[in-house]
């Protein structure tokens, strides 16, 4: 594969990112207030880097598009008064032009962007020269090579300090996560770029403020570098993404209940017992779909031979799968008698539903 980055490790003047990073703060900065309340309690509460959006990427028109640059001076006030790190959301030139102009420390590319390579390129253009740390969110849609694109031109515009975001992918039927986290993505990404710190934003993923515990465990027991987390002086009245915020209280609980297990051994990365569980959960889904897709097919042959009158069983073609599938097993390395019982049981749930299908008028 092979990419050819030129990166350093992610650091702000003064302070090295190391896992687990924490950047936290409100979806979108409201008012000068509840900016700069909400960053008076996060750093109370030990957050270094806080976040906040400004321009606001809205599914829909007419939704809150974020309060634009006269945000970025409570930004400036926050900096001066908690002496935190900001970080916002850059979409275009202007917004990066802005951002760097009232001195923001750090900036993100969201997933809207990010899987559109004009804008992608646009916003990196706008960054050639600057030495300011950059983290790209994954696309909206589960796409890697695009995500890795991003972090390409990012850094082909000079920009070394990169970190990326795993927010999750947007999926067209409802699971219980606002975006599916499909955690072999991220992973792979490490194992591509071992050296590109992943923070993890379990607010985008869950979608849901009780999801957030969890969801954090689980970046943190996959070995993610840190986490992002939306939090709100009172996210119910949040004017986004308002069941996903958390207060800076409840962050605190939820950080201070998390476990931070070691991931090495000496100074070799562990591939830890939950990330190839994962592994085998997302393989075991490509399974069972794929024998769903085998049925339906099944279901389309015993249809076929009724229509014309074929018997169910036709032993030629039982043997010809089986000798088949034989060889196919021992080409692949995997054990034969294994392979041809699980194929039998495979075959028997067939011929029961071609029966089905023969017996319906019955
Ligand atoms: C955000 O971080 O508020 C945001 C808009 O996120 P995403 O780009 O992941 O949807
Ligand atoms: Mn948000």
Redesign the pocket.
Known sequence: MGYNLDLQPLSLPGMELKRPILIAGP?SAETEEQTLETARQLAANGVKIFRA?IW??RTRPGAFEGVGTIGLPWLKKVKEETGMFVCV?VATAVHVYEALKYGVDMLWI???TTANPFAVQEVADALAGCDIPVLI?NPVNPDLELWIGAIERVNQAGIKKIGAIH?GFSTYSKTQFRNNPEWPIPIELRRRIPNLPIIV?PS?IGGKSAMIHDLSQEAMDLNFDGLLI?SHICPEKAWS?AAQQVTPEALKNIMDKLVFRDATIGDKPRVTLDELRKQIDSIDGQLLDLLKSRMAVSEKIGQYKYDNNITILQTRRYDEVMNKRKEQAERVGLNPEFVLKVYEHIHEESVECQNNIMNKDK
């Open positions: 979806c959006g606001k990427p959301e969201g997933a809207r969110k927010r934003d985008h939306e993404d």
